[in-house]
């Protein structure tokens, strides 16, 4: 059987498996969370089945979609299907006692292809009907030491993240797919499948990749309550007040000179960065499993062309309103150890970034400035004591007709970026950036201290020592990822991913997120919860 039937077949055992075990909980009382969860699982896999694998216009069909997709789906199917093995034991237990002439169904003839005329009404109805027998005998027959031992609130949790963990991959391989061909339809981001999917904000964000704005898109025209000093450097946030002139918001600015980030730049940067997003308190829940990107939602810029700048204006998300100005990681870790998280915080962190990277990379973006300068740190809902990053500094770019570079933002490059300012840039150049920034995180040091005495002695080097200089960088980089030190901090695993980070290489773009969510993004998960 290929790809796409098999995965077929599992979302059918997978989807039968779930109704029987909603309909045997539904009635015992404390389970509505669990029957509203199993629902929402359960429409999330229809509508994914219906988008990837319907008879023509299913999107898993379609031969120009990487192989590597269409297996990892199966793959994650696979795995949910497996996770529910249990309680497919106590279906197959059940059904030996229902007794019927000739007809009766068991799970397994979905094997012999039935799975695919399923689609049909009739087929849809009986075959629930017959589910809703099989749970009733089993409430009816079962004695409650099992019971609990399947159905308890203990293995319906674990049951729930299972389910939550598969369906966010699921989405995340999807969001792959539709980067390569493309959504099913233009008006496809915007329906009732995308929603239910949750893919609407990539969806917005991969069209934004490949659009410009409309020609009346401007600058702000509404004052700020603070002006913003020229001493601000670049990167760094100033919270403020925006006034709109009929109304006042709470504002994160973040001034970029016109050398950075010429003007008609800024309108598509900008633009794009409006793009919806989640960074509020819906992030939280998905922290540690989801895939998120995490941005400041943005409103626009404001010229200011008596200094030669622009001021992108972020929205501040709901901290403390008398919080001050933001600091970013490279603040932080500059601190020092009496500043330094809790290593399961630090896990968080971790994980946040490498997601936020994996789903720009999904979206059709570059960030092109990916260093511990450019991160924010900030509460993400009033009530929430730990702080959480946030991509700032997008699109910096370095002048293409320098001939010296400050070697302090190079420290954080991929040799085909070092002091290259008009190469081309690969999903693996912010690869190796992010693999800098953990190997800060987890030291707690920045590249900054690191390389104090070069800094100090040669803040700036020219074209010509480009090759040599990377690569004393590079060594000396990796002999700290190597480092008895940043593994006694955070362990084996992260040491070794932020390796992975430092010494990336995949040829084929799509095998290379796949790569990346597996070998970065969801090691760096596991240690979340320490
Ligand atoms: C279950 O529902 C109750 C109230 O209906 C809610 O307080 C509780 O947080 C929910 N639990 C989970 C795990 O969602
Ligand atoms: C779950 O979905 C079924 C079918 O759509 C519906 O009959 C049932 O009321 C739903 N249950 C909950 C708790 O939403
Ligand atoms: C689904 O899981 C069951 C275990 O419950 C296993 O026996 C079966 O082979 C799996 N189905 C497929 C198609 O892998
Ligand atoms: C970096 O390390 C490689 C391999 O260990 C070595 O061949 C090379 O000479 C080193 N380069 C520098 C500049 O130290």
């Known amino acids: 059987m290929d790809h796409v039937g098999a995965s077929l077949e599992l979302i059918h055992l997978v989807c039968a498996t779930l109704i029987f075990i909603r309909d045997v909980t539904k009635e015992t009382s404390g389970h509505t969370n669990t029957t509203d969860f199993l629902n929402r699982t359960l429409v999330f896999l229809e509508a994914f089945s219906d988008v990837c694998f319907s008879d023509v216009s299913g999107l898993l069909r379609d031969t120009r979609v990487n192989p590597a997709l269409t297996r990892d789906v199966e793959c994650s199917l696979y795995s949910l299907n497996k996770s529910l093995a249990a309680h497919r034991e106590a279906w197959r237990y059940v059904g ?112 934004r990749a490949g659009e410009e704005p409309s020609g009346n898109y401007n600058a702000l025209t509404g004052t700020l309550r603070d002006a913003i000093g020229i001493e601000h450097s670049s990167q760094g946030l100033i919270k403020t007040i925006y006034d709109d002139g009929s109304e006042e918001i709470d504002v994160l600015v973040e001034p970029r000179t016109d050398k ?17 997003h989640q960074t509020d308190v819906t992030v939280k829940h998905d922290a540690q499993e989801g895939y ?45 150890p009496t500043a330094r998280p809790s290593i399961g915080s630090r896990f968080l962190t971790a994980r946040a970034l490498a997601s936020t990277l994996l789903e720009n990379h999904a979206s059709g973006w570059i960030h092109g400035n ?41 420290l954080y490059r991929h040799h085909a970026r070092f002091g290259r ?35 100090e002695k040669f803040p700036h080097f020219a074209i010509a020592q480009q090759n040599d200089l990377f690569n004393r960088i590079h060594n000396a980089t ?38 990346f969510r597996k070998q ?9 919860g320490l």
């Open 421 to 455: 300012p008009s190469s081309e840039y690969a999903n693996e150049h912010e690869i190796y950036s992010l693999g800098v920034v953990l190997l800060e995180l987890g030291l707690w040091r920045t590249m900054a201290k690191i390389f104090a005495r070069r800094l």
């Open 292 to 336: 998120q990107l995490h941005t400041l939602s943005c409103m626009g810029f404001i010229d200011d062309p008596f200094h030669k700048r622009s001021l992108i204006i972020y929205r501040s998300p709901q901290s403390h309103p008398w919080a001050s100005n933001p600091p970013s990681l490279h603040d932080m870790i500059s601190k020092g």
């Open 96 to 207: 030996k006692s229902l007794k019927r002439d000739g007809e009766q169904r068991s799970i397994d003839d979905l094997r012999r292809g039935r799975a695919a005329t399923l689609d049909t009404l009739y087929e849809k109805k009986a075959w629930r009907d017959e589910i809703k027998e099989r749970s009733q005998l089993w409430r009816e027959k079962a004695r409650s030491g099992l019971y609990d031992s399947l159905f308890g609130p203990e293995e319906m949790t674990a049951l729930t993240c299972n389910c939550v963990r598969w369906t966010h991959r699921l989405r995340q391989t999807i969001e792959i797919v539709f980067l390569g061909i493309g959504p099913p339809t233009p008006e496809f981001r915007r329906g009732r499948q995308a929603a239910i999917l949750g893919v609407e904000e990539i969806l917005e964000r991969q069209y």
């Open 520 to 528: 970065v993004v969801d090691v760096l998960t596991a240690g979340c």
């Open 370 to 410: 990916v260093q511990s300068r450019s991160i924010a740190m900030l509460p993400r809902s009033l009530n929430d004591l730990e702080l959480s990053p946030f991509f700032v500094g997008w699109g910096v770019l370095q002048p293409l007709e320098a001939t010296q570079f400050p070697l302090e933002p190079n």
């Open 478 to 515: 990796l002999d700290w990822a190597n480092s008895i030190e940043i593994e006694r901090e955070m362990g084996k695993r992260y040491a070794q991913a932020v390796l992975k980070c430092l010494t990336w290489h995949y040829q084929d773009p799509v095998e290379g997120m796949l790569e």
């Open 260 to 276: 950075d980030t010429p003007a008609e730049y800024m309108c598509h940067l900008t633009w794009l960065l409006q793009a919806p």
